[in-house]
């Protein structure tokens, strides 16, 4: 394409017609509400990223104490933790299994439940 005779026909129609205005308007709009939609899912993602990230923080903050109560004071339990209701399960001997469980809803609004499971062996077995 040649942008010289491109550039003369301009000149020569002297500007461009309200029709191609509005038509340039609509697909403006178009485009920013793309973008618009854009930010409202990638800030509503953003958010239940960061609650993931403050409820696996719990429960790994969970786990931890669980851990360094030692093999004979660990016990099947609940607490609140940071806000967040969780349970747990001890079983076995040796090792103890540790089942640490949090029910949460998801992006849909049903309820799941997150489990970290670990395992606890007697630090003094006998020989």
């Known amino acids: 394409m040649n942008w ?10 002297g500007g461009l017609s309200l ?11 178009v485009a920013l509400l793309g973008l618009a939609a854009a930010g409202g899912v990638a800030a509503r993602q953003l958010y239940w990223g960061r609650q993931d990230m403050h409820r696996w923080v719990a429960l790994q903050q969970q786990l931890e104490t669980l851990v360094a109560q030692g093999y004979d004071v660990v016990a099947t339990d609940s607490a609140v933790v940071q806000g967040y209701p969780m349970r747990w399960e001890v079983t076995g001997t040796n090792p103890k299994q540790i089942l640490l469980m949090m029910q949460r809803q998801n992006l849909q609004g049903v309820w799941v439940e997150d489990t970290l499971v670990t395992y606890l062996a007697d630090p003094s077995p006998e020989s």
């Open 19 to 29: 029709v191609e205005i509005l038509v340039g308007v609509v697909i403006l709009a």
């Open 4 to 13: 010289r005779r491109v550039r003369e026909a301009l000149r020569e129609r």
